[in-house]
Each structure stands twice: as C-alpha cells, then as structure tokens.
C-alpha cells in the first residue's frame, strides 16, 4: 500500500471520493516501506487556501492492509471503529492508485422477518487483476453490484491484569506488559477449547487476572515435569521455563511453542525457541510461533529467515488472528472434537516461504 501510494504522480492533489468534500490531498514523503506516510491538504473553497500538514501512522496503515482481500469491498470507517482522523486521506489516495477503486455496494437491511436492500455507504475495493491508470478515481461496477450484509463487530473482553511496577523490570511499562499478558491469556483460551494443558511462562504466573493469579487459572500447566513428554529433557524444562506459552497435548504432543513479542525484539523469543529445540524432544508437527502485533509481521518474517533459525520453520500468528480464533472459539464453543490441530494453520503464517514470495 505505501509502495503505491508513493508512486502517485508527486505534487499532484488528488480529490476525496465524496463529491460534496472540496479537500484536495497530495503526497510528500514516506519514513519507509511500512509508513508513516507524510502527506498535506488544502481545501481550494476557502479564503486562502492554506495548506496544512498530516501524518498516516503506520498503525493505520497496517489496520487496513490486513482487512483487504481480492475483490472484496471494506469500509474504512468500520475497520477503523471511526478512529484515525486521517483516515479520508488515506482512503483518497488508494483510491487513486492503480489496483484500487471506489464503489457504493448495497447494504441488505434486516427488520423483522424481511430484508430490503438499500443503498450501501462508500467502500474501497482492492482488485489486483484488473489495474487502472495511475493517479485516475474510477467507481467499480462489480463493487457497486454487490450487497454486503453486516454482522456485530466481535469485541475481545479481558478481565482486569493487577500489574505493579515492583513485578517488572524497571525498563518495562505497564501497559506493554498487560498487552503481553492479554495475548497470552487469549493463547490460554484457545488451547483450554481444544483440548490442550498450556505452559505458561514462569515469570508471568504471578501476575492477577480478574480474581486469580494467572498460574491458577484453569488449563495452565504448575510445573514442566508434570508433562511426560518433556521428563527425559532436563535441560529442554529449564530452557522451556521463559517460553510465553507452550500448548501440550496428551502428555506426548507439543502443537505449539510460542513467543509473545510485545515487549522484547523478535530475536530474543526465536532464540529462547532455538534452544528449547535443540535441547528438546524431536516431535513431528510441533509449530514454532511467533505472536506478534500486525504491524510487526515483516520484522518477524526477516528475522525467522536469518539462517540460524531457519530449523525453527517459524510461523506467525498476529494479534489480530489470535483474538479472531478466541472469539470463534468462544462464540461457537470450538473443540478438538469439531476441529483438528490443522485449524490452526489457518491463523497462522508460515515465516519462510513468506520472504520466497514477495
């Protein structure tokens, strides 16, 4: 998205989509491939026609990208939960670019027992296979053709994580380590859903989530010597004993190991993750995770392929996806009986033949 939207014709101001907002908006510069993006606007209607500044953050770039598929219209200010006051001005400039267009798809009202299609709200629709003129708005038929019907936005609720400074590192801040611990309970979660007992790291267990302390909350594992699998490996438990969280399986199976990377560089977990599996069990079909926020997806993809971790054949799994499986899990009540350990793949990212790819 950023690539193309720096490759708009340079100094040129481009219109919003809604005919009835006179702004204009034009591109200056980027920070790198993953944004911010720096752009200025103006709006020629009024005395003077000053122009000021504004920023795309990189977090609302990655927000969109991850909401787009082919062919597929999204509204920006849905995605976005209306947040971002700059988000009209990313949305005029994709618009401009070649493999985006603009479209106004029905929206299907249910009242009652019957559903009425009305007019719909403005959506962008990404359709890589049939490009357009650089710096061009166009409206897609097909977009506008099509009606969408909403469903509720999914909302992930926590409950209250008691974190004192006193239980963290002094270059630690608080509100990093409740999004850590957050991941990690939503990791908890899912595993309890299928079936799984989760190791959680021992460092964490302390800490209070809603009225207990995480060690005590159902699913999680007191020691690793509990697990037959891991018995034989002494040294595998004492490198296994700051890994965010382990899914254990049958007192055989490992399905996943993960990193949380909230907090600390990619490094680091897939370092902690290259120890445990040299000192560890050879199992088949172990997933070796990296859970990390969206916008973190091309560090960790660049820093699994180092070749000192390429063994690892690291996966990852982004926040968005965590919370995205523990809302199915908890709205259907998944179980291993309804899915199998093959469901996960479809969250997760394989790291290496991701960097093939692009």
């Known amino acids: 998205m950023v690539k193309a939207i720096m490759s708009l014709p340079k100094e040129q101001w481009f219109e919003y989509i809604n005919a009835k907002t006179r702004s204009q908006v034009r591109v200056k510069s980027a920070a790198g491939p993953e944004g911010p993006i720096y752009v200025e606007r103006k709006n020629p209607t009024k005395k003077g026609g000053a122009i000021s500044k504004a920023t795309l953050s990189s977090p609302m770039i990655w927000r969109i990208a991850n909401a787009y598929a082919p062919n597929v219209p999204i509204n920006f200010d849905r995605v976005l939960a209306g947040s971002y006051n700059t988000r009209s001005l990313l949305e005029a400039l994709l618009a401009h670019t070649p493999e985006f267009y603009w479209c106004v798809p029905g929206r299907i009202e249910l009242l009652n027992n019957s559903s009425e299609i009305k007019r719909g709200h403005k959506h962008i629709v990404w359709m890589p296979e049939s490009p357009h003129e650089n710096g061009v708005l166009i409206e897609s038929k097909f977009g506008s053709d099509q009606a969408i019907s909403e469903i509720p936005t999914q909302a992930i609720i926590y409950d209250s994580l008691a974190i004192t400074k006193t239980l963290l590192p002094v270059e630690m801040d608080i509100d990093v380590k409740r999004r850590h611990l957050q991941i990690q309970i939503a990791l908890l979660e899912i595993g309890n859903q299928l079936g799984f007992r989760t190791w959680i790291a021992h460092n964490d267990k302390g800490f209070m ?7 005590e909350l159902d699913g999680v594992i007191a020691k690793l010597s509990d697990e037959r699998v891991l018995a034989s490996y002494e040294e595998a438990k004492v490198a296994a004993n700051l890994i965010d969280c382990i899914w254990f399986k049958n007192g055989r199976l490992m399905p996943a190991v993960m990193e949380v990377e909230q907090s600390t560089g990619v490094t680091s ?54 919370e995205e499986l523990y809302s199915l899990c908890k709205r259907r009540n998944l179980s291993n009986k309804a899915v199998n350990e093959e469901f996960l ?3 997760m990212e394989p790291c290496l033949p991701a960097l093939e790819l692009q």
């Not at 989530?209 to 060690?215: A, D, L, T, W």
């Not at 088949?284 to 926020?293: L, N, S, T, Y």
């Open 209 to 215: 989530y809603g009225k207990k302390r995480v060690g």
């Open 269 to 322: 977990g897939l370092t902690r993750m290259k120890k445990f599996q040299d000192l560890g069990p050879r199992l088949a079909d172990i997933r070796w995770v990296i859970v990390a926020a969206d916008e973190d997806r091309a560090e960790v993809i660049r820093k699994a392929n180092t070749l000192q971790f390429q063994s690892l054949n690291a996966k990852y799994f982004s926040y968005s996806a965590v």
């Open 345 to 347: 793949d479809c969250f």
